[in-house]
């Protein structure tokens, strides 16, 4: 069976990673052939993913949508997979079986098969009628780390985040982040794929704010990850599933998050495991109070969303 799938970037952002490895496993776990299509002038393309995904799959780019079906008439797919915001858009196949995977808070149904990426959009859309398929959470396992690299003590305690580079987007966050850099020297704030919000000068180099540019190297994003204590998720509209989380979770990391974001699937799927704060007060404590506890299971995502289970989910919801 072959399955082309549509993303309408190629990016660092998690929505391509999911289809990456949707796309790997698709290959690896269900024996299917797995071709991707993206589109030509999108100005999120990103050079290092587009290079990472052909050096996996067949991948085709297009400049009109019109082009769709020729893609999918010249691949002799057989489904055409397409994850998206969830809107009517023009992005679906008459000439094969649609499969449409909805990232946001929208009910537009089209296509063969309407679904969400997480129960939690599941349920608030549609009380949980129309059927999800989540991400998984795979990343490549190191020993090692980023803090003799970054000239971060063995004993700092280190706050990371890495995404989308305008999402960490809470003010009050952003403000205390460099009132605590001044104070506390033990505590550092590294930043994967971020935009910078520190001017820093010879008087103020605020050292212990570090920003990393964004990277398509797995092995690396792992050193990062085990560089960290903590996820510092500041993100006002939250998450409709949220993979970065995950690979921190994973990881065994505790995961701090804002409590009154939009979306909560990443909530959701922590429970008990997430470490709340609803403004600068609440932050502030949970900061300067941390103490780094690698006994604790912190890891909410490994048991339901390794590549097995949401493969056997991704065929049960869209293939069979």
């Known amino acids: 069976m072959k399955i082309l799938f549509h993303e309408n970037q190629l990016s660092y952002r998690g929505t391509s990673n999911a289809v990456y490895n949707y796309a790997l496993f698709n290959q690896e776990y269900l024996n299917n052939e797995s071709i991707i299509i993206h589109q030509k002038n999108n100005k999120n393309n990103f050079g290092p993913a587009i290079e990472k995904f052909k050096k996996k799959f067949e991948v085709h780019s297009y400049s009109n949508l019109n082009e769709i079906d020729k893609i999918v008439s010249d691949t002799k797919s057989d489904l055409f997979y397409a994850i998206k915001a969830g809107k009517i858009d023009g992005v679906e ?38 059927p999800f398929v989540p991400h998984m959470i795979a990343i490549e396992k190191t020993d090692l780390d980023l803090r003799a690299e970054l000239n971060i003590p063995k004993d700092a305690i280190v706050f990371g985040r890495h995404g989308g580079d305008t999402t960490f987007d809470l003010p009050f966050v952003k403000k205390l982040i460099i009132e605590i850099s001044k104070k506390r020297k033990d505590i550092y704030f590294v930043f994967m794929g971020t935009n910078s919000f520190v001017f820093k000068s010879i008087f103020t180099p605020y050292k212990n704010i570090i920003f990393l540019p964004k990277s398509q190297d797995e092995i690396y994003k792992s050193k990062f990850i085990n560089t960290c204590d903590a996820y510092l998720h500041a993100r006002q509209q939250g998450e409709s599933f949220g993979i970065a989380v995950g690979e921190f979770s994973i990881a ?33 404590d949970i900061i300067q109070n941390f103490k780094v506890d690698k006994d604790k299971n912190w890891d909410a995502y490994s048991n339901e969303f390794s590549s097995e289970r949401v493969m056997d989910k991704f065929k049960s919801v869209f293939i069979d």
């Open 252 to 284: 065994n990391k505790p995961i701090i998050t804002w409590a009154n974001s939009e979306e909560k699937s990443h909530i959701d799927i922590l429970g008990d495991k997430a470490v709340l704060y609803t403004n600068e007060i609440d932050l502030n």
């Open 93 to 130: 196949s008459k000439n094969c079986k649609t499969a449409i995977h909805s990232v946001f808070k929208y009910y537009e149904p089209h296509g063969d098969v309407y679904a969400y990426v997480s129960e939690w959009l599941s349920k608030e859309m549609t009380n949980g009628v129309a």
